[in-house]
T-cell receptor, first 114, second 110 residues
Framework: NAGVTQTPKFQVLKTGQSMTLQCAQD?????MYWYRQDPGMGLRLIYY???????DKGEVPNGYNVSRLNKREFSLRLESAAPSQTSVYFC?????????????FGAGSRLTVL | QKEVEQNSGPLSVPEGAIASLNCTYS??????FFWYRQYSGKSPELIMS????GDKEDGRFTAQLNKASQYVSLLIRDSQPSDSATYLC??????????FGSGTRLQVQP
């Protein structure tokens, strides 16, 4: 019963470096999401994928790219990391329940950009 | 105006008391509402969902929704120190993905 698995859990980058956050879910959910969480800001949507083969921008997409590799996997890429991208990143997957998305979150990835 | 607003707290209540957490939202087309609990350093976990006006009870938790006032609340009865966490209100407008409030930190004093 793994649920939503994110890797890595911690990462330190230098400004300008690139990296990819990986996310996989084993719940057969159609929708997957990437959020970032900063102190006092709550969870802000970066990108989401309503189904395999589709991706859409969220509230704060600048500086990020995503790939929905298959139904299970949804990755987030930082091409040129900036200190403003220091944050905790959460992947989530959702299943329609009475017409709504009930999200299950991964454990989070704490990223520091120096 | 933020789409989903919560008082950041901390809300401090004694053990055994009722904790009342409030949330307002701006988009009238919002259809589904959720409360997530997040312990420090952990990921959010769903504790309640509510879709229609009125109250929904689940154990010690009661969610209340008033769409006319654009207001949703969470009551925690018989609060325990283990309830100390940040509570996130989330709203689904059906357009994109869940929009979260910034959360209310609850402290239950033994």
């Amino acid at each position: 019963n793994a649920g939503v698995t994110q890797t890595p859990k911690f990462q330190v980058l230098k400004t300008g470096q690139s990296m990819t956050l990986q996310c996989a879910q084993d719940m057969n959910h159609n929708s997957m999401y990437w959020y970032r969480q900063d102190p006092g800001m709550g969870l802000r949507l970066i990108y989401y994928s309503a189904s395999e083969g589709t991706t859409d921008k969220g509230e704060v997409p600048n500086g990020y790219n995503v790939s929905r590799l298959n139904k299970r996997e949804f990755s987030l890429r930082l091409e040129s990391a900036a200190p403003s991208q220091t944050s905790v990143y959460f992947c989530a997957s959702g299943q329609d329940s009475s017409g709504a998305n009930v999200l299950t979150f991964g454990a989070g990835s704490r990223l520091t950009v120096l | 105006q933020k789409e989903v607003e919560q008082n950041s707290g901390p809300l401090s209540v004694p053990e055994g008391a009722i904790a009342s957490l409030n949330c307002t939202y701006s988009d009238r087309v919002s259809q589904s509402f959720f409360w997530y609990r997040q312990y420090s350093g952990k990921s959010p976990e769903l504790i309640m969902s509510i879709y229609s006006n009125g109250d929904k009870e689940d154990g010690r938790f009661t969610a209340q929704l008033n769409k006319a006032s654009q207001y949703v609340s969470l009551l925690i009865r018989d609060s325990q120190p283990s309830d100390s966490a940040t509570y996130l209100c989330a709203v689904d407008t059906g357009r994109r993905a869940l929009t979260f409030g910034s959360g209310t930190r609850l402290q239950v004093q033994p």
